[in-house]
T-cell receptor, first 117, second 113 residues
Framework: NAGVMQNPRHLVRRRGQEARLRCSPM?????VYWYRQLPEEGLKFMVYLQKENIIDESGMPKERFSAEFPKEGPSILRIQQVVRGDSAAYFCASSPQAGQSSGNTIYFGEGSWLTVV | AQSVAQPEDQVNVAEGNPLTVKCTYS??????LFWYVQYPNRGLQFLLKYITGDNLVKGSYGFEAEFNKSQTSFHLKKPSALVSDSALYFCAADTGTASKLTFGTGTRLQVTL
């Protein structure tokens, strides 16, 4: 039973380029979360999605960032016109039901490390 | 707004000694509390959680945590530390009203021989 799969694991982009990070949740999980970890900091919530729906995007920057979780395929976190401050580890997580609302554990992927040069 | 505090950036322990990694929280409503461990360049691994019931929660790899409502704490403990326990530990909280975790800043545990 594969865990949460993220790719690429490492991504280097020049300033102004686009970054696309992909996440396939654990089998049987229909809830996906994206978190960002800046160097030497804890994880910060970005967005929570179910299939074809954004449930909570309160942690997403207002510009350049978007996320989707289509009916078919992985969830995508897209960062347009990247800047150096976007350099971070981006973690995807999934759960079978709505996160912690019923005490459900969310399981994290290995992360995607974005470096903007 | 909810918050999680891990007052120690680093904890140093000798192998075989007991360890404690501290966590306090501030949430409205009943808290759901979690501990995760992160090894270098890896994702977070779930260790244990408190939802309700017994205040002492047992988790993976011999770790346990004690929920203390009056002190709003959820300290992580292990009776006998191993060198392989050296990693970054994160405490997290959620009130169950929104499906997102609030994380502490992490505590680096260093276990030496």
């Amino acid at each position: 039973n594969a865990g949460v799969m993220q790719n690429p694991r490492h991504l280097v982009r020049r300033r102004g380029q686009e970054a696309r990070l992909r996440c396939s949740p654990m089998k049987g999980h229909s809830h996906v979360y994206w978190y960002r970890q800046l160097p030497e900091e804890g994880l910060k919530f970005m967005v929570y999605l179910q299939k074809e729906n954004i449930i909570d995007e309160s942690g997403m920057p207002k510009e350049r960032f978007s996320a989707e979780f289509p009916k078919e395929g992985p969830s995508i976190l897209r960062i347009q016109q990247v800047v150096r401050g976007d350099s971070a580890a981006y973690f995807c997580a999934s759960s079978p039901q709505a996160g912690q609302s019923s005490g459900n554990t969310i399981y994290f992927g290995e992360g995607s490390w974005l470096t903007v040069v | 707004a909810q918050s999680v505090a891990q007052p120690e950036d680093q904890v140093n322990v000798a192998e075989g000694n007991p360890l404690t990694v501290k966590c306090t929280y501030s949430v409205s409503g009943n808290p759901y509390l979690f501990w995760y461990v992160q090894y270098p360049n890896r994702g977070l691994q779930f260790l244990l959680k408190y939802i309700t019931g017994d205040n002492l929660v047992k988790g993976s790899y011999g770790f346990e945590a004690e929920f203390n409502k009056s002190q709003t704490s959820f300290h992580l403990k292990k009776p006998s530390a191993l060198v392989s326990d050296s990693a970054l530990y994160f405490c997290a909280a959620d009130t169950g009203t929104a499906s997102k975790l609030t994380f502490g800043t992490g505590t680096r545990l260093q276990v030496t021989l």
